[in-house]
């Protein structure tokens, strides 16, 4: 069940963030929503991969993951690759901002802390469910 809801998360992240990318007009908000909706992302496809890890162990490695990916664009790299396949853009980004690391680290500590809620209320729903 775990993989699915990372699944449907992923899924629903990238075709948000993919009309933000193309729909929304250039600015601080569709800036910020882009990066959140990238968090969000990496949260359901992690989860898709290893769906027991710990709420915290995911939202850690999503952030380091995000964290490391701005540091990379410091390198000029992702820019120069755009140039040549545009569509890494969506996964690298181009230019670093250190907005988007204060983003990066709300996101993946509101999505970690809504996954240790839901997962502490599954097993509740269950056990109730079997008594019924």
Do not use: C, K
Request: aromatic share 8%; proline share 5%.
């Amino acid at each position: 069940m775990r993989r699915l809801v990372g699944l449907g998360v992923a899924v629903v992240a990238i075709v948000a963030g993919l009309v933000v990318h193309l729909a929304a007009p250039d600015g601080a908000a569709s800036d910020i929503a882009g990066d959140a909706l990238y968090v969000v992302a990496i949260w359901g496809g992690l989860v898709l991969l290893v769906p027991r890890w710990p709420s915290w162990a995911t939202a850690g490695v999503v952030l380091v993951w995000s964290v490391a990916v701005e540091l990379f664009q410091l390198t000029g790299l992702p820019l120069r690759w755009a140039a040549e396949f545009a569509p890494i853009v969506l996964v690298l980004g181009t230019s670093f901002d250190p907005r988007d690391l204060v983003v990066y680290a709300v996101t993946a500590i509101a999505v970690g802390g809504a996954d240790a809620v839901a997962r502490r209320a599954l097993p509740r729903r269950r056990a109730g469910s079997a008594a019924a």
